[in-house]
């Protein structure tokens, strides 16, 4: 328990060290995964060799860490144009794109749970976007509202990952494939890396505790709680982002975003709660 709220809380202040890199979003995004990735194969390279296994190709990793590594990129972005609250919980749509992309997959509606849980959360985000304002459905929204989408697709595809393939090496692959990803992505848009030079301290710190540390904290999480536990402590992130802002930034939220908000948190806990399975009778 202690390891997921210090997982969620460590990511809640990416938001902060995001900012004061000074660097383009996509490069901090690219050195995240990369110095992620270089101390990844360092305990994959330990691992394979003390349990005597080899690090074979997982498709759905690859993928799953195509998705993570385009959400963060997203987050990114919209952490450099809208405020981080408003990041934060835009992204934490993410569970809610899955539970669609499921029903989509499966040919079959929601059920009643979920559809509460879609409304509560898409009412939030109407409302913590502003999107009765002319200037309501900025870019950073937009950039906000992707990062959730590839995060849903993040969770759906990683439904998908055969079991036999063990932690290091499904987290080795997502690595590999976000620093793919982004690179393409630094690669088409000739993004600098001037500032870099100047935040490496912050960047270095994303890359270590952000990227690694918090990775291997969620890990072991999730090894040792059920689902629900590990669902409503992750939850920790958007709040502590939220309260960074408000502290540090001074970023005011509305009335109406505000209510946005615990719309937001009300299907997070929905999300949460344990679903009531029907008694078989004989």
């Not at 959400?71 to 539970?99: D, E, H, K, R």
């Not at 979920?114 to 937009?142: P, Q």
């Not at 987290?171 to 600098?192: D, E, H, N």
Request: glycine share 10%; aromatic share 12%.
């Amino acid at each position: 328990m202690s390891a997921a709220l210090v997982a969620a809380v460590l990511m809640g202040c990416l938001g902060f060290l995001v900012r004061k890199t000074g660097a383009d979003a996509a490069v901090v995004a690219f050195f995240r995964f990369a110095i992620g990735f270089v101390l990844m194969s360092c305990v994959v390279l330990y691992y394979c060799r003390k349990k005597q296994e080899k690090v074979g190709f997982s498709p759905s990793s690859f993928f799953s860490g195509i998705s993570i590594g385009l959400c963060i990129l997203f987050y990114f972005f919209a952490l450099q144009n809208t405020s981080i609250g408003l990041a934060a919980f835009v992204m934490y749509l993410g569970p809610v794109f899955a539970i669609i992309g499921e029903a989509v997959m499966r040919r079959r509606l929601p059920g009643v749970r979920e559809w509460l849980i879609i409304v509560l959360a898409f009412s939030g985000f109407v409302m913590i976007s502003s999107l009765g304002d002319a200037e309501g459905l900025n870019k950073g929204t937009l950039y906000a509202l992707l990062s959730g989408i590839f995060y849903g697709g993040y969770i759906l595809i990683n439904r998908f990952i055969p079991g036999q393939i063990t932690l290091p090496v499904r987290v080795f692959w997502q690595f590999l494939a976000a620093v793919c990803a982004i690179g393409l992505v630094l690669l088409c848009t000739g993004c600098s890396f001037a500032g870099v030079a100047t935040g490496w301290p912050y960047v270095l710190t994303i890359g270590v505790v952000q990227g690694f540390a918090v990775l291997l904290l969620t890990g072991y999480a999730i090894k040792h709680l059920s689902a629900i536990e590990y669902g409503a402590l992750s939850y920790a992130e958007p709040l502590v982002a939220l309260l960074l802002g408000i502290v540090l930034y001074d970023e005011s939220m509305t009335t109406i975003q505000i209510v946005g908000i615990m719309l937001i948190v009300a299907g997070m806990v929905v999300q949460c709660l344990p679903e009531k399975r029907e008694k078989k009778t004989k």
